[in-house]
């Protein structure tokens, strides 16, 4: 009995601690901001096709999660010898969609992100004060079968650097990359409403501070 016992517990923390291990490994690396990379005379330029690419969100809290996608306005890649030296995308903050909800729920919950509600306007993202967010990247590591993509995330004139993994695919007239799912904790940017790291006595009526995020970039001459 006492040996039914121990591998029960043993297997609850063995459990626990995959479980663990797999939320690590979604959440990009943050750090300081860091010195941007730049784009050498013969680096190869290719333009982001922003019809292409988007970045998809997912947020939760305990009553439920949402999700869904917004738009990247511009963007540049540089290639040298096949592997990216330098970049940056914009994402215009005021294409946040939801793809959860349909009609006024819907419409709600966008303008509540956006901060396009009277009174709530600093809750979220505050598009009319802070329209855009952009990636600028330090550099990318290969890393056996993916690659460490590394870059300063700038959201409500806050910058904070981020390194997560993204599969990278290239050819001469086309650059591709495409990332899992890894979250980052908005509260470095300042996106503090419903957050239980932020403010006391919120209950079961917070929000999580972990945004996952995916992205997809191509890029083209």
Known sequence: MKKTIINSTLAVFIAIGAISCNDGKKEAKTSEAKEVAETTQEAVSYTVDTAASTVKWHGEKPTGSHHGTVDIADGSLSVKDNMIEAGNFTIDM????????EGEKKANLEAHLMGTVEGKEGDFFNVNEYPTATFELTGVEAMGDHTMVKGNLTMKDKTN????????NMDVDK????????????????VN??????????GDKFINDEIELTISLVAKK
Do not use: C, M, Q
């Open 193 to 202: 409403y419903g957050s239980k790291s932020v403010f006391d006595n919120l």
């Open 175 to 190: 650059v591709v990359i495409e990332t899992k799912p890894f979250t980052i904790d908005r509260t470095k940017w300042g």
């Open 161 to 168: 650097h981020i390194e997560f993994p993204a599969t990278v």
């Open 94 to 101: 005021k294409t946040i969609t939801d793809e959860d909800l």
